[in-house]
């Protein structure tokens, strides 16, 4: 370092001029060796640091000998400039150390209070679910980038998340998001059948489905699944519509396997218990989508066998969760609707998936026992005649 062509180093006794004596913070002197040229210069602070670790090396000294202006100086450009990983946890590290003076340092990791993680959330939803439509050139990518940012944020430990997604707001924006990705997937799935450019529209649709897979475990984390649950039975007779419409009765079958997935998804939340929803509406939901899953199911296997490394079959995890989800709500319904729908499997050309058996044998255990308990109902209203 230096003002002219000849360069110096600090505590170079061969060329310095001046001795500085410092007193340590545990009173302890220490000389330093410098050179008068420099010291009468006072070059700007601010431009000799030129690295998070310089900064912070000087910044562990000058707060040693309570040296202020270059302790503030550190302290600046350690707060303005930005950080890598490493540099964080190093910054962590040192600064913790250092105490109250270099708090400053710490304020972009500092925990944020629950008003604002609330405005952030409801900003990212709206982003998230196109409520807002992102400025162009962002497009789609805003809309992910917001999506990612959520489920970081309902999968981090923080303790203003649970009292950010039992806020009535937040629970109402994310509804909203709910139904305007509902919306768009409706008005895409509705075009496919009428446009000629049948691989852009069905891109589209995929893409809704994306959203609407990502908001389904959204929704399960803040316990409002039962919103989605409601908003797929209300709409799931036109989805069928398209589906099985003779346009497409050889063709999309990533987007018969992505619906497949999602309506796994509402059986599994509806059967085992996590959504309670009238008979009527189970009911409903099996009716619609067990007969749609035995007609699908065997023509993908038949494809994936007839053509190596085919993607869109139906996986064992896929499907064993499938079956579990469908014999634990037919269980659960009342015996009559459990009768039709048991009479319809037996009676199809698929008996094989789902595997319906345990089903049957637990409807069939209950109606016996049914029949004994009105025989044996009977029984005590006849002997209790014949004793008067």
């Known amino acids: 370092m230096g003002s002219s062509s000849?360069?110096?180093?600090?505590?170079?006794?061969?060329?310095?001029?001046?001795?500085?004596?410092?007193?340590?913070?545990?009173?302890?002197?220490?000389?330093?060796?410098?050179?008068?040229?420099?010291?009468?210069?006072?070059?700007?602070?601010?431009?000799?640091?030129?690295?998070?670790?310089?900064?912070?090396?000087?910044?562990?000294?000058?707060?040693?000998?309570n040296c202020?202006?270059?302790?503030?100086?550190?302290?600046?450009?350690?707060?303005?400039?930005?950080?890598?990983?490493?540099?964080?946890?190093?910054?962590?590290?040192?600064?913790?150390?250092?105490?109250?003076?270099?708090?400053p340092i710490l304020a972009r990791v500092q925990p944020v209070d629950f008003?604002?993680?609330?405005?952030?959330?409801?900003?990212?939803?709206?982003?998230?679910?196109?409520?807002?439509?992102?400025?162009?050139?962002?497009?789609?990518?805003?809309?992910?980038?917001?999506q990612e940012q959520i489920d970081y944020m309902l999968g981090d430990d923080d303790v203003e998340i649970p009292l950010v997604i039992a806020d009535a707001e937040v629970k109402s924006e994310?509804?909203?998001?709910?139904?305007?990705?509902?919306?768009?997937?409706?008005?895409d799935l509705s075009c496919i059948l009428s446009q000629s450019n049948n691989e852009t529209a069905e891109k589209r649709v995929l893409q809704s489905l994306s959203d609407l897979n990502w908001i389904c475990c959204i929704l399960s984390k803040m316990g409002l699944m039962k919103e989605f649950v409601d908003q797929w039975?209300?709409?799931?007779?036109?989805?069928?519509?398209?589906?099985?419409?003779?346009?497409?009765?050889?063709?999309?079958?990533?987007?018969?396997?992505?619906?497949?997935?999602?309506?796994?998804?509402?059986?599994?939340?509806?059967?085992?218990?996590?959504?309670?929803?009238?008979?009527?509406?189970?009911?409903?939901?099996?009716?619609?989508?067990?007969?749609?899953?035995?007609?699908?199911?065997?023509?993908?296997?038949?494809?994936?066998?007839e053509e190596t490394g085919y993607p869109y079959k139906m996986d064992d995890d896929l499907c064993q969760n499938i079956e579990g989800s469908i014999v634990a709500l037919l269980s659960a319904l009342p015996s009559n609707d459990q009768a039709d729908i048991l009479a319809d499997w037996m009676n199809g050309e698929q008996v094989r998936y789902p595997d319906l058996s345990e089903a049957f044998e637990i409807w069939c255990y209950r109606t016996k026992s049914a029949k004994r308990r009105l025989v044996e109902g009977l029984d005590r209203v006849g002997n209790a005649t014949v004793s008067l």
């Open 115 to 146: 008003s604002a993680t609330k405005i952030v959330f409801i900003s990212a939803i709206h982003f998230a679910t196109s409520i807002v439509s992102p400025s162009p050139p962002f497009g789609d990518e805003l809309k992910i980038s917001a």
């Open 68 to 103: 202020q202006e270059i302790v503030e100086s550190c302290i600046q450009y350690l707060e303005a400039i930005p950080w890598e990983d490493k540099e964080e946890e190093l910054i962590l590290k040192v600064v913790t150390n250092l105490g109250p003076v270099a708090m």
């Open 6 to 65: 000849v360069s110096f180093a600090l505590n170079d006794i061969n060329t310095c001029d001046v001795s500085i004596r410092l007193i340590n913070s545990k009173g302890r002197p220490q000389v330093f060796h410098s050179h008068s040229s420099i010291l009468k210069e006072k070059n700007s602070l601010l431009d000799s640091w030129n690295s998070v670790h310089s900064a912070l090396g000087v910044l562990q000294l000058a707060t040693e000998f």
């Open 174 to 187: 994310t509804k909203k998001g709910l139904l305007t990705i509902c919306s768009s997937f409706n008005k």
């Open 233 to 305: 039975i209300d709409f799931q007779d036109s989805v069928i519509h398209v589906m099985e419409d003779k346009l497409l009765v050889s063709s999309s079958w990533s987007l018969k396997l992505k619906i497949i997935e999602l309506s796994g998804k509402v059986l599994d939340a509806v059967g085992y218990g996590n959504v309670i929803i009238p008979s009527a509406r189970r009911v409903n939901l099996l009716k619609t989508w067990l007969p749609y899953i035995r007609k699908t199911k065997p023509v993908l296997d038949s494809i994936g066998n």
